[in-house]
């Protein structure tokens, strides 16, 4: 399973980057192998939500439940991480990256903190 990861570069800024997590059979399905994690955090966004520049607090997957997110990294690219998506923010110091919501969206999310 392709993941986008957001992570800050040598040059301070931060960057779009995909991760791949193997997916092995089991019972039902496939599944990865364990991720160890620390706690969740659930959270909602207004639809009017726009976050200026900012790094993320901690190592985490975030986790859209019902709306989108659009995330811009220091390049001024852009991606639109949907409802049902994850991403993992890992741009814990520099200068960050801009979360917006999407269409007016009211948002809610899951963090599941890695450290």
Excluded: W
């Excluded at 190592?59 to 991606?79: C, H, M, P, Y």
Aim: no cysteine; aromatic share 8%; glycine share 12%.
């Amino acid at each position: 399973m392709r993941v986008t990861r957001v992570y800050t570069g040598d040059d301070g800024q931060s960057h779009f980057d995909e991760v791949e997590y193997e997916l092995s059979p089991s019972g039902i399905g496939l599944l990865s192998e364990l991720i160890p994690a620390k706690g969740m955090i659930i959270r909602e966004t207004p639809g009017d939500y726009n976050l200026d520049f900012h790094p993320a607090p901690r190592r985490q997957f975030i986790i859209n439940l019902d709306a989108a997110v659009e995330i811009t990294v220091g390049d001024g690219s852009k991606r639109v991480i949907g409802p049902g998506e994850f991403f993992l923010a890992e741009d814990t110091t520099g200068q960050g990256h801009i979360s917006r919501a999407v269409d007016g969206k009211v948002r809610h999310s899951i963090f599941v903190t890695l450290e």
